[in-house]
């Protein structure tokens, strides 16, 4: 039978990790509000630039060379951006980007493609970097202790574009969690190199003019689209990071109740035959005289 002090230090030690966790749900909550504002104010840009560009990226079998818009003809490197947290207590947001990603490289290993990764948040640097280490080139801190800025965003699309221009990638895709809700995240793959080209159904049927012409608008707008892009994919994943913690601590908050209930109960349990143990004694001790 368990020590009544012992008990009584448990609980008190549970009381406390429930008020850490329920203020870490507050602040998160907080968080999240403006995250999620920031992700869906987002799409609507990158949304449509991405269909501008699926409207005007249609020849890509009449292109013949080395294109960040058509990418090249035979790819046999591909770069895997994965944007992960810093930091963790956010459920199994980083566990789930990592597996998505593993299957992902097995995917493009067996299509006979060279894998490269490029990690974004220290979560998943720590676990990949026992799991495949040789296919890692670069790591960094993501964006749980600073806000999402586009200008990150631009530095990292132009080394990407640089690797693409010195043929050390001939595709880049980034992984990255998609925020439905605060109770929904789910892993996400979209193309940076080549374009993404969407699908029939969401390109208009109306043909433009351009000038000076349509290559020449590609060049210089799906630089900017690769940005916007990776933006997007950062604010959506700083948003699922909120949400996903929100939700593991009020799971925290109320597994600490249900365990502090179990816990007093089983306190006065020992207590009251600690109690009768006594008496029992006394009574026993009364009756010997």
Known sequence: MADLKTLKLRIGSIKKTQKITKAMKMVAASKLRRAREAAENARLYSDNLAKIIAKQANNK???IGRSVVYGVENPKKILLLLN????GLCGGLNTNLVKFTLAK???????????????????ANDQLKYICPELIIKNQLGFSAKSVAYKDAVDISSE???LFNQEEIDLCKIIYP???SAIAQEPKELGLIPAEIAEDDVVDSLEYDYEPDKEQLLQDIVPKNISIQL????????ASEQGSRMTAMDNAVNNCA????????????????KITTE???????AESI
């Open 61 to 63: 079998s009449d292109h």
């Open 84 to 87: 992960s947290s810093d930091r």
């Open 105 to 123: 490289k097995r995917e493009y290993e067996q299509q006979g493609l060279e894998v490269k990764i490029w990690l974004i948040g220290k979560k």
């Open 160 to 162: 990407i574009i640089s």
């Open 178 to 180: 998609f925020f439905k």
């Open 231 to 238: 933006f997007q994919a950062f604010l959506e994943g700083y």
């Open 258 to 273: 249900d365990l502090i209930k179990r816990l007093n109960l089983q306190y006065n349990r020992t207590r009251q035959a």
């Open 279 to 285: 008496l029992v004694e006394i009574i026993s001790a």
